[in-house]
Each structure stands twice: as structure tokens, then as C-alpha cells.
């Protein structure tokens, strides 16, 4: 049993020893009686400028015999008796049949993770490349404009998060997270991950610890085929029997598979296809498109810490925004890369797709982040299922169009677009994305509106963060690949309902929106299978 102690403010430059005396003075008990008490939580409290600060949650345990009084947990609701979460999977028997899991991103990897952890000898399908390979693709495709479809900043092992700042941060309270999070550190991801209220790891080390973990799941007994597509499924009375795999030379075979785990990712529109022909109920589902916006890095770090801004202890600034226009609909920010850069991540021929990114240290000169506005079904033009793709689509081509070709992005100082003048050069705020930009007028590329509504967005984002609109800011389109358009229905048993055996995961299949929720919906769906396990003959 320990205790954790919330809202326990401290100096920019506290030491250990002044938490545990202020836990220790919170929990009215003596510093002696104190066995150990750990960061277990930390944010910036930053409302008033003059007084920058942490706000930190401790994790207490006393030593034998010592407890706190009732009356302390009356006066003080910050205070929890608390216990140690420990995860644990389901019981299980093996199955007949290895199951699949097809696609390797961190929806894919963790429930490959459980089912290998389970004894259960996954077989892993990753069209793209190992995340050695894939960072040789994707810099030559910064470099020289040679897209490789297959192995690209969305597609290969680790998913588009290893190509991302890296974030951590998740809306949902699942208790699984904290085993997420552990299993990173465990991989090599810098332990800070488990009391940082944002926490990140950073494109850098994102890579060492995705191969670290690929290793348990081999050591475990899994296997991993890279290079190889999800190519169909193959149903006999509502059940999975087999899946045709696709090779790189273009060979194909047929795996037999009873349990198929589908984690393709939301940029997977060929297997979204695929499924639509094998009649599994697809539809469509609200996502968000728009532009990244990118800023000078010191300048978000005055306006968000005043004084105490360029403070080491306090690193680089971020921002979250969000605002319910007039117009009805909703903008902000999403993806935040305090010191970060614009990266291109396309995965389609001749179609632009930007993303932001940043290493673990966000010691680079801007900040960027996608600002974005909320779409319905009903502005996708068609009830098709894969209309809001196609609106994606549309969107990418017209920027690779507008930015000339060779996979250049359309940029646009602020000022210029809030005035409706084309851009001829950029002013303070250097562009980053890695293809370079071709400066315009970003009206010739998105739809009124996308611009009307970005337009609001920013004056009312002004009004919160000083300097937001500041003509010199930089826009850049098009930024489409926020979430998926498309959702794959599945039942309470997490399975396709006319697809049994089919258990829709991740960002792809519309159940999770980020690193941390693709990762537990993952090991959700692999604690289904080993529960059917159960249920099977083996």
C-alpha cells in the first residue's frame, strides 16, 4: 500500500529531497517515516507567468506500521491510498491455427507483443520494411523525391508514429496504459515517459525501441514477414479461413488464418477496398483536415512561460487550441512538435501529405502543429464508404499540383493568407518541410471551407496564445492524414460481425486516435483472440 499525494507544487529547480518533504508535511507524517517516495506524475503550471512552476504528483510508501489518519484524507482530497497496477493477460490454450496480425504500427506491435507473450506465435504481415530499412526509404524520398508505396512514412515497421514526435498522451483512462508505457521504458525509451504529464520519445529513439521490442516478440516465438501485404481474406460461412499474402516481387500465397488481427493503419485505402469487396461493413466516419502551421520555437516559449521562457529545466513549449466556430464548425491544433520540423509523408504517387516530427531533445528553431478543422459525412460529397478517402485524396492532389510537382508543398505566410494575397517568399519563419515549398496562395488548394474556418481559427486562437496569428508564421499544406475517415464495425467480441475471426484494431479501423490508444486497442484485440481461444478447438 502507498499513498499518492496530488498538486504538490514545486520550483522550476526542486531536488528529490524537497518532494518528499512537502509530501511528507501534506501526509502530516514524520520525513523519517518516509521509505520512498518517487515522481510519479509532473506538469508545467504556467497561468501566471511570473510564477512558472511544477505541479507534481508524489507516490509515498511509509514504513511498517505507519499510517495516515482519517482525518487527513477529510481535510485533503489530494490524498489516495493507491496500489501497484499490474497487468495480466487472460488465460488461454493454444491455437490450432497461429494467428495473423497484419500491420505493424503500434496497434499491430503490442498485440503481436500479447499474443507472443501468451505463447501463441503470432505471424506478423508489414507490407513495408524493417524500421532499419524503412528510415533509408523514407530520407531518400526527402532527398531525391523517389517514393517508395510500400515503405514510407506511413507504411513500414513502427507505424506513422515512428515518424512523429513521438507523443504519448491519450484522452482515455484505460489501465493498460501504464503497461504501455512501461513496456517502451523496458524497450529503451527514456523512463521520464512514466511521470511526464506529455511525455514523448522522440523520432530519434523511437526507432531503438521499436526494434527492441520487434526482438521480444521473435524471442517469444513470433514471426515477423516484412515486405509482405495483406492482400484479401478468404470467408466460408461468416468465418475466416485464409488470407492472400502479396509479396514484394509481386508473388503471392495463401496463409490459412482462423484469427486475424487487422492493424493496417488509417493510410491503408487499398485494404479498406479489399474489405469493401469481401462485403464487411465499413462506414463513414467524422475526421479533420487542414494545414501545419509553424512558428518560431522562442517565441511560443515567451508567450507560454514569459520569464521563465529558455529555462533548460522547462525545454521547448507546446500548445493544445481548440474553438467552436460560428460557421458550426470545430478547429485546432493536434500534434504539436515543440522544435520539430514539417516533414513530407506521402504514400500515394504524385499526391502531397504533410506531418510534423521532432527528436526527443525539440531543440530545433520552429514549432509546428496541424491545424485543423473538423469534416462530417456530409461534407464528403457521396454516402459511399470510402468517400471520405477519395475527399483525402482530392485534397493531396490538388497540393501537389499548386506546390508544382515533385512532392514540393503550397506555403503561405499567415499574413498574406489572412489577407487573400499570394505569398512570394517567406518572412521570419524559415520553412521546414523537407521537399521544399513552392509559395502561393493556399485558396487554390483547399476549399472555401476549409479556409473560411481557418481563417476564424486563427484570430480566435490569438486571443489565447499571444502571437499565434503573427503574419510571419508559415502555413503549409496539406495536412489529411490526421485520423481515419473510415471505420470497420465490430461487436462487443471485437470481431467483424459478418467476418468471424476478423477483429478490426487501431487507428485504421477507427478505435483509436495516437501512439498510447492504437498501442492499448492492440492488446485488446489480442486479449479477445485469447479468449476465443478458450471457445476454439485446439
Not at 406 to 417: C, E, H, I, T, V
Not at 449 to 472: C, K, M
Not at 482 to 499: F, H, Q, Y
Request: charged letters at 20%.
Amino acid at each position: 500500500m502507498f499513498y499518492h499525494v496530488s498538486a504538490v507544487s514545486l520550483p522550476l529547480h526542486a531536488t528529490e529531497e524537497e518532494l518528499l518533504s512537502r509530501a511528507a508535511k501534506r501526509l502530516h507524517v514524520k520525513e523519517s517515516d518516509v521509505v520512498s517516495c518517487r515522481l510519479y506524475r509532473r506538469s508545467v503550471d504556467a497561468r501566471r507567468k511570473e510564477n512558472v512552476h511544477f505541479t507534481c504528483t508524489a507516490e509515498v510508501t511509509l514504513r511498517a506500521g505507519v499510517e495516515v489518519r482519517k482525518s487527513v484524507f477529510q481535510r485533503d482530497r489530494q490524498i489516495k491510498k493507491a496500489e501497484t497496477y499490474r497487468y495480466q493477460l487472460p488465460q488461454s490454450r493454444p491455437l490450432s491455427i497461429r494467428p495473423v496480425v497484419a500491420g505493424f504500427g503500434p496497434a499491430g506491435l503490442f498485440a503481436a507483443l500479447t499474443l507472443a507473450q501468451a505463447g501463441q506465435k503470432p505471424i506478423v504481415l508489414e507490407r513495408g520494411a524493417p524500421v532499419e530499412e524503412r528510415q533509408r526509404d523514407v530520407q531518400r524520398f526527402w532527398q531525391s523525391g523517389t517514393l517508395n508505396p510500400d515503405s514510407n512514412v506511413q507504411f513500414g515497421e513502427g507505424g506513422a508514429g515512428a515518424f512523429s514526435d513521438g507523443k504519448l498522451t491519450t484522452g482515455t483512462k484505460d489501465p493498460r496504459i501504464s503497461h504501455v508505457l512501461e513496456s517502451f521504458v523496458q524497450a529503451g525509451a527514456p523512463a521520464c515517459i512514466l511521470w511526464e504529464a506529455k511525455p514523448h520519445i522522440g523520432t530519434d529513439r523511437l526507432p531503438g525501441t521499436v526494434r527492441a521490442l520487434r526482438e521480444q516478440i521473435l524471442a517469444l516465438g513470433g514471426e515477423i514477414r516484412f515486405h509482405s501485404m495483406l492482400d484479401d481474406i478468404h470467408l466460408k460461412n461468416g468465418s475466416l479461413q485464409s488470407v492472400t499474402v502479396r509479396q514484394q516481387d509481386g508473388s503471392q500465397y495463401e496463409q490459412p488464418c482462423s484469427h486475424l488481427i487487422l492493424a493496417v493503419g488509417h493510410s491503408a485505402r487499398d485494404t479498406f477496398a479489399m474489405l469493401l469487396k469481401n462485403q464487411l461493413l465499413l462506414q463513414q466516419k467524422p475526421f479533420a483536415v487542414g494545414v501545419r502551421i509553424e512558428h518560431l520555437q522562442k517565441e511560443i516559449d515567451q508567450s507560454q512561460y514569459g520569464p521563465a521562457a529558455g529555462d533548460p529545466v522547462l525545454g521547448a513549449a507546446s500548445y493544445q487550441l481548440a474553438a467552436h466556430l460560428e460557421n458550426g464548425r470545430g478547429v485546432y491544433t493536434f500534434c504539436m512538435c515543440p522544435g520539430g520540423t514539417v516533414v513530407a509523408a506521402a504514400s500515394e504517387m504524385k499526391r502531397v501529405v504533410t506531418n510534423g516530427m521532432s527528436t526527443f531533445e525539440r531543440d530545433g528553431e520552429n514549432a509546428n502543429a496541424a491545424l485543423l478543422v473538423g469534416l462530417s459525412p456530409a461534407d464528403f460529397g457521396s454516402s459511399h464508404p470510402l468517400a471520405g478517402i477519395e475527399l483525402q485524396r482530392r485534397l493531396e492532389s490538388s497540393a501537389y499540383k499548386v506546390g508544382g510537382g515533385n512532392y514540393a508543398a503550397p506555403a503561405q505566410r499567415l499574413g498574406d493568407f489572412l489577407e487573400g494575397r499570394a505569398s512570394t517568399s517567406c518572412g521570419k519563419v524559415h520553412p521546414s518541410y523537407n521537399r521544399g515549398v513552392a509559395y502561393t496562395d493556399l485558396h487554390r488548394c483547399l476549399p472555401p471551407f476549409l479556409t473560411e474556418s481557418i481563417e476564424q481559427g486563427v484570430r480566435r486562437f490569438a486571443g489565447h496564445l499571444r502571437g499565434f496569428d503573427n503574419p510571419n508564421a508559415l502555413l503549409t499544406a496539406v495536412e489529411s492524414r490526421s485520423s481515419s475517415p473510415v471505420r470497420i464495425v465490430r461487436t462487443k467480441e471485437m470481431t467483424a460481425p459478418n467476418a468471424g475471426g476478423l477483429y478490426p484494431c487501431g487507428e485504421g479501423a477507427g478505435y483509436a486516435g495516437g501512439i498510447v490508444s492504437a498501442a492499448v486497442d492492440g492488446i485488446r484485440c489480442a486479449e479477445a483472440v485469447l479468449r476465443d481461444s478458450l471457445r476454439s478447438d485446439t
